[in-house]
C-alpha cells in the first residue's frame, strides 16, 4: 500500500483565490510527480521534482502554478489564482530515482472544487 | 509523443468470470508498463508493474501480457469480485530521464454479484 500521504483531502475555492495541497512523499522517494485529473479521466502531468530541484513541468504550470519540495517540509502545489478549469482531481506521487523503470506510488490526492 | 489507447471503456462481468482490459500503445521507446486500479473518490492504487523485457507476470488473480510487436498491454482479472468493481488504467513511460506516464482513458469494472 502506498505511504504518499496528500492533504487536504478536498478543497474549495472560489476563483480568483489561491489553492494550496500538500504531498508527503513515501519515505525514502527523492522524487515526486505531480499529475491532474479531470472528470472525464484525463492526465496532465504538472512538474516533477528530484529532492527540491525542479526536473520538469509544462507551461501551465510555469505561469499559474507554483510547487515546491523543501527539505524536512511536505511538497506542495499552489494554484495563484484558481479557475473553473482547474477543478480536478490533483495527485502526488513518489518513486525511489528518476530511471524510467522505477514504480511510481500515488497518494489519495487532493480533489479541488473552484466554484 | 506517445498515445495510449484503452479499451473497453466500460465492463460488466459476474462474479467469478474474467475480464480483460487491453491497452495499445504507440512509442517503440515505452520501457515501463503498469496497472492502476482507482476505486470511486480515491487515488490510483498501484497493481502491477512490468518491464519492457517481461511478456508476462500474475499475481494475485492479475495477469499482465505484453505484446511488444504489437505494442498492447493486457491485464486479465480471473476469478473477479465485487471488490474488484473499480476503474482500471494502464499508465506506460519511455525511456528517458524522468518521463511522465502516459495514462490510457480508464475502463470502469462493474463486478456483478
Known amino acids: 500500500n502506498s505511504k504518499v500521504i496528500q492533504t487536504p483531502r478536498y478543497l474549495v475555492k472560489g476563483q480568483g483565490q489561491k489553492a494550496k495541497m500538500r504531498c508527503i512523499p513515501e519515505k525514502g522517494h527523492p522524487v515526486v510527480f505531480w499529475y491532474q485529473q479531470n472528470k472525464n479521466n484525463e492526465f496532465k502531468f504538472l512538474i516533477n521534482?528530484?529532492?527540491?530541484?525542479?526536473?520538469?513541468q509544462i507551461d501551465m504550470t510555469e505561469k499559474r502554478f507554483s510547487a515546491e519540495c523543501p527539505s524536512n517540509s511536505p511538497c506542495s502545489l499552489e494554484i495563484q489564482s484558481s479557475e473553473a478549469g482547474d477543478s480536478a482531481l490533483y495527485l502526488c506521487a513518489s518513486s525511489l530515482s528518476w530511471a524510467s523503470a522505477e514504480t511510481l506510488y500515488f497518494g489519495s490526492g487532493t480533489r479541488l472544487t473552484v466554484l | 509523443g506517445e498515445q495510449v489507447e484503452q479499451r473497453p471503456p466500460h465492463l460488466s462481468v459476474r462474479e467469478g468470470d474474467s475480464a480483460i482490459i487491453i491497452c495499445t500503445y504507440t512509442?517503440?521507446?515505452?520501457?515501463?508498463f503498469s496497472w492502476y486500479k482507482q476505486e470511486a473518490g480515491a487515488g490510483l492504487q498501484l497493481l502491477m508493474s512490468?518491464?519492457?523485457?517481461?511478456d508476462r507476470k500474475e499475481e494475485q488473480g492479475l495477469t499482465v501480457l505484453l505484446n511488444k510487436k504489437d505494442k498492447r498491454l493486457s491485464l486479465n482479472l480471473t476469478a473477479a469480485h465485487p471488490g474488484d468493481s473499480a476503474v482500471y488504467f494502464c499508465?506506460?513511460?519511455?525511456?528517458?530521464?524522468?518521463?511522465?506516464?502516459?495514462f490510457g482513458s480508464g475502463t470502469k469494472v462493474i463486478v456483478l454479484p
Open positions: 512490468v518491464l519492457s523485457n517481461v
Open positions: 521534482f528530484q529532492n527540491q530541484e525542479v526536473l520538469q
Open positions: 499508465a506506460v513511460r519511455t525511456t528517458g530521464f524522468a518521463s511522465a506516464l502516459t
Open positions: 512509442d517503440s521507446a515505452t520501457a515501463y
